[in-house]
C-alpha cells in the first residue's frame, strides 16, 4: 500500500517535501517513484529511487530541483522540490516497480513498470 502525503499551496521559489507512505513490502526489493499529473495534462514521471542500491533517477525538468530519498527508520520515500515553479503544479502519485525489472523500470522512469498507485497528494505553486 502507498499513500502520498505533504503537498499544498507554495509560492514560486519556494519548497516543499512530499512524502510516500509504504507498507506490506520490502524496500530494498523495489524501485519507488514519483508521478505528477497537472490539470488536462498526461501522467508524467518525476522520479525514482531504486531501494536495493539507492540510486536515482529524475525527469529533465526537476534535475538539481527535487531530490528523491528513503527514510532510514521507516518505510517512507521523500521528494524535497525546492525552487518551485507554476509549471510545477500537479498530483503527485507515488507508485512502486518490481521485484522484477526494478532497476529497468526505475532507471528509464517508464510509468507501464509501476502498480500499487496510491492516492495523490495535490501541490500548487502560485503566487
Known amino acids: 500500500q502507498l499513500q502520498a502525503s505533504g503537498g499544498g499551496l507554495v509560492q514560486p521559489g519556494g519548497s516543499l517535501r512530499v512524502s510516500c507512505a509504504t507498507s506490506?513490502?520490502?524496500?530494498?526489493?523495489?524501485?519507488i517513484g514519483w508521478f505528477r499529473q497537472a490539470p488536462g495534462k498526461g501522467r508524467e514521471a518525476v522520479s525514482c529511487i531504486d531501494g536495493s542500491n539507492g540510486r536515482t533517477y529524475y525527469t529533465d525538468s526537476v534535475k538539481g530541483r527535487f531530490t528523491i530519498s528513503k527514510g532510514n527508520a521507516d518505510n517512507t520515500v521523500y521528494m524535497q522540490m525546492n525552487s518551485l515553479k507554476p509549471e510545477d503544479t500537479a498530483v503527485y502519485f507515488c507508485?512502486?516497480?518490481?521485484?522484477?525489472?526494478?532497476?529497468?523500470?526505475?532507471?528509464?522512469?517508464?510509468?507501464?513498470?509501476?502498480?500499487?498507485w496510491g492516492q495523490g497528494t495535490l501541490v500548487t505553486v502560485s503566487s
Open positions: 506490506g513490502f520490502p524496500l530494498d526489493r523495489y524501485g
Open positions: 507508485a512502486i516497480a518490481g521485484p522484477l525489472l526494478a532497476n529497468y523500470y526505475c532507471s528509464s522512469l517508464m510509468s507501464v513498470g509501476f502498480t500499487s
